[in-house]
Structure formats: structure tokens, C-alpha cells
């Protein structure tokens, strides 16, 4: 039963050849790691080109790949450096942290969703996304970034920080400041 083998040791019988800890570790990580790109890049060409080029270079480091923290910050470690080093190949083309537009929805809700989630919390989840996605439009783009890696990706504070590159406490401000906002923009629902 693989689905219940953590991450880590995936990727550890991964690096030692065992190839359907490859497969697992994609399927568990391709959803959230395709929303983030595409979140980032606004563009389906250019999330799907950094996608495959992430599962690439994982592919490449798998020898390297030691356990000194979780797989997926490992995972998003790759993918943020990817994503700068196509914006410093490609001056002209910005990366933006703005969430999906009305035309986007349907690529999106075609993506895996966590199968955790019922259906009364999707219709409800559903009726609150427009106003989420404002709140979220409204950060400043490093906050933006920090507050999607914790909710895609589900790191850590510690795990942002070295995805992101910035000392822990630049992270947890960050995130604190990104939630502080978006609990302000959400206030009037309640």
C-alpha cells in the first residue's frame, strides 16, 4: 500500500530506482503543483512548460535528494527557482500571483482536488471563492506567494523560507501580514 507511505521514503525508493514511487509521488503532488505555477503565470502554456521542466529537474536530482526535510518543500524549492529562472530568461513575460478569472475556472476545476472534500463543503467553498479570490487579489505579491505555498503546498514556515530564499521571520511576516488582510477582507461575511 504505497498511498500510505510518506513522501520521504518515496522519494528515497525513488532515488534507489524503485520507479512507482515516482509514479505515486506525481500523482499525490501534480494537482497543487500545477495550480501554483498556473496561479503564478496566468498562462496554461507557460505553467505547463515550468510543470514539466519541475518533474524534470526532480527527475535529474533524485541521486542528490536527501531527507533533511519534507518532499514538498523540496518539490516547491525546484519549482520557485524555476519560475525565476524563466522570468530572468524571458524579461517580458511577468509573473503574476493574481488567482483565476472567470475564463480560467473551468481548467481549474478540471485539476485534482483534494478528495477529502465533500460536496457540501465544495458548494459552500464555491460561494465564498469570488470574495476569497479578491482578498487574495489584493495582496502584495510577496505575501500572495508565501500564502499560496502554505495553502497549496501546505509548508511550513521554515519550508517557505527556503523555497523563497528568506530567513524564517521574513516568512512568517509575510504569511502573518498576507492572513491578517485577508481575515480583514472576509470580516463582513461572517
Known sequence: MRDEVADEQLMEQYREGDAGAFDVLYRRHKGGLFRYLFRLSKNQGIAEELFQDVWSNLIRSRERYQPSAKFTTFLYQIAHHRVI???RRNPGIMISLDMETEEEEPMM???P???ALQPEVQVQRKQMQAVLVKAIESLPALQREAFL????ADLSLQ???VVTGV???TAK????YAVAKLREGLRGLR
Open 85 to 87: 529562472d524563466h522570468v
Open 109 to 111: 476545476a478540471a485539476l
Open 113 to 115: 482536488a483534494d478528495p
Open 149 to 152: 505555498l502554505r495553502e497549496e
Open 159 to 161: 519550508e517557505i523560507a
Open 167 to 169: 530567513n524564517e521571520e
Open 173 to 176: 511576516s509575510r504569511l502573518r
